[in-house]
Nanobody, 116 residues
Framework: QVQLVESGGGLVQPGGSLRLSCAASGSIFGLYRMGWYRQAPGKQRELVAAVTTSGSINYVDSVQGRFTISRDNAQNTVYLQMNSLKPEDTAVYYC??????????WGQGTQVTVSS
């Protein structure tokens, strides 16, 4: 089993920044990809950003240039730096770890609200 603990969500004004963190513990061998998803009310969960263990990174178009995903392998932690936040970024953000077997593990979710 893999346990994921997220932190860093909150309320921020448009144009502001937040940094999300996700620390993993447990049986993390065979890890393939770490990422962040989000789900806004009434919408499907979408992949925001992901980084593979080989270093390949991808972002959803709507956050390209504003969000940056990074990882600390020694700490088994993945981060999402979110800049120039917009109201449409408001959602619950979920950390995701995927193993090479395809098995997924999820964090508990952290609320990000962008509002003036």
């Amino acid at each position: 089993q893999v346990q994921l603990v997220e932190s860093g969500g909150g309320l921020v004004q448009p144009g502001g920044s937040l940094r999300l963190s996700c620390a993993a513990s447990g049986s993390i061998f065979g890890l393939y990809r770490m990422g962040w998803y989000r789900q806004a009310p009434g919408k499907q969960r979408e992949l925001v950003a992901a980084v593979t263990t080989s270093g390949s990174i991808n972002y959803v178009d709507s956050v390209q240039g504003r969000f940056t995903i990074s990882r600390d392998n020694a700490q088994n932690t993945v981060y999402l730096q979110m800049n120039s936040l917009k109201p449409e970024d408001t959602a619950v953000y979920y950390c995701n770890f995927m193993k090479i077997t395809g098995q997924n593990y999820w964090g508990q979710g952290t609320q990000v609200t962008v509002s003036s």
